[in-house]
């Protein structure tokens, strides 16, 4: 109910009761005049009749001809008549006409002015009964007045007053910064309605700051990133370069050198794989796009688990890889989907404990036209309440985390079509479980820009 027809419904309730009030008034005064006013004027003239006729009957000498004339003006009213009495003035006209002594002419007089003296009286008590009566309903009309204004104060303070001051309140904190405060909203009148707004405004500004302040974060990462890669670029130059001059300096026809020389081999991989790294890094403080071509998932997810199997031999931790059920090969692009695995096998081998094991299974999704990547280490698992928070950028558990890693993989899946999540693995050993899903064939050719959608 809007508040217009609430308060229509009010005024119509406050003047019924008015009216209601007004007309009890008006019909008391006419019922009241009815039963006093009327039959005391009546009173009066009958007793000024008979005044008039014994006046006339007790003079000296009688004035006959005066007495039948008064009585004759009783007959003629019949309302008169009917007070006094037809058969009474019927007697005293044939006494005054006919008897010579008028005593009992003036006895009936005697008897008419005692009655309507009498009924004067219970008329005036009648009366006053009428009116403690009337001044009872007039009472009680007054009370259903002011408990209608009491009501009509308590609905205002409910309808208007409470809501609009929850209103300022909630201005209040919204414009100190508080924007997960909200008012209760009950009813469909405007107050609620507009409470609602309020409500999805506070909800709107507050994703905007978050928005803002996420991207002023990502800004200064993207900063923090290409300073990152630029100092590091000349050190890997260096160490590339002094293991190219040490691998030409051994000689190839020395078994004994061929485990160095294979060694050297792994340094110079691993630097121009980094050095990829770094170049891919750069290109990501752009806006990501991805471009899927058709590969093979065997020998791209060999590489990734060979270039970081070394990290994993430093803490005594071994990664097996499981690739039996993989399809051959899916759409995907394989510079940034290797990101993200690697960084959640990065991760997973520092959740790692020592002398455990980082299995990586790949294998077809159901028949579905999916395939996914599991990830599983034996640490302590991720808390319930953090399986979301762990993807956002900037989150991280770690003391020497930056937060950027898994937010980073899941903007990749995403781009891909695909989903990222993790549980906990009950049993022993425990540990998380990761798992990458994956379309063999992403949906559009066109390059897909998540990291607008993500800030």
């Not at 455990?356 to 294998?363: F, P, Q, W």
């Not at 990458?436 to 998540?450: Q, V, Y």
Request: zero cysteines; proline letters at 4%.
């Amino acid at each position: 109910m809007t508040l217009q027809l609430k308060f229509a419904v009010l005024l119509a309730l406050l003047g019924l009761t008015v009216g209601v009030a007004l007309g009890s008034a008006w019909w008391s005064f006419g019922l009241l005049h009815g039963v006093t006013a009327e039959p005391f004027s009546q009173s009066a003239v009958v007793l000024a009749a008979v005044e008039e006729i014994k006046a006339d009957l007790t003079a000296d000498p009688a004035d006959r001809a005066g007495a039948l004339a008064s009585i004759e003006s009783l007959q003629g009213d019949a309302a008169l008549r009917a007070r006094v009495g037809a058969g009474a003035l019927r007697n005293i006209e044939r006494r005054t006409r006919e008897d010579a002594d008028f005593s009992v002419a003036l006895s009936v007089l005697d008897r008419i002015k005692a009655q309507t003296l009498a009924d004067a009286g219970l008329a005036s008590a009648h009366a006053r009964r009428i009116q403690s009566r009337l001044a009872t309903a007039l009472g009680l009309a007054l009370v259903i007045a002011g408990l209608t204004a009491v009501l009509a104060l308590l609905l205002l303070r409910r309808w208007v007053v409470a809501p609009v001051d929850q209103l300022r309140h909630a201005a209040s904190r919204i414009g100190a910064g508080d924007y997960t405060h909200r008012l209760p909203v009950s009813g469909r009148d405007e107050i609620a309605l507009l409470s609602a707004e309020i409500n999805q405004m506070a909800s709107d500004i507050g994703i905007m700051r978050d928005e803002r302040v996420e991207q002023e974060r990502l800004a200064a990462t993207r900063e923090m990133l290409r300073r990152i890669v630029h100092n590091l670029r000349n050190p890997l130059a260096g160490i590339r370069g002094l293991a190219e001059l040490t691998r030409s300096e051994l000689s190839e026809n020395l078994d004994d050198e061929a485990e160095l020389r294979e060694n050297q081999d792994r340094i110079i991989n691993a630097v121009d794989r980094f050095e990829s790294w770094l170049a891919d890094i750069l290109r990501s403080t752009t806006p990501l796009a991805i471009t899927p071509e058709r590969r093979p998932i065997g020998g791209w997810l060999d590489s990734i688990v060979e270039t970081l199997r070394p990290a994993g031999e430093l803490r005594s931790i071994e990664i097996r890889l499981n690739r039996d059920r993989a399809p051959e090969t899916a759409m995907f692009d394989a510079s940034h989907l290797e990101h993200a695995v690697v960084a959640v096998l990065t991760n997973a081998i520092q959740a790692a404990p020592r002398d455990s094991m980082v299995s990586v299974d790949a294998a077809s999704e159901n028949g579905d036209g999916t395939w996914r990547i599991r990830i599983r280490d034996e640490g302590q698992g991720v808390p319930d309440h953090l399986h979301e928070q762990i993807f956002k950028a900037h989150f991280t558990t770690k003391r020497d985390g930056t937060g950027i890693g898994l937010a980073v993989a899941q903007q990749v899946v995403r781009a891909h079509g695909g989903s990222i999540g993790v549980e906990n693995v009950d049993g022993e050993p425990s540990g998380a479980l990761f798992t990458l899903r994956l379309p063999l064939t992403p949906a559009g050719d066109t390059p897909t820009d998540d990291r607008t959608a993500d800030a």
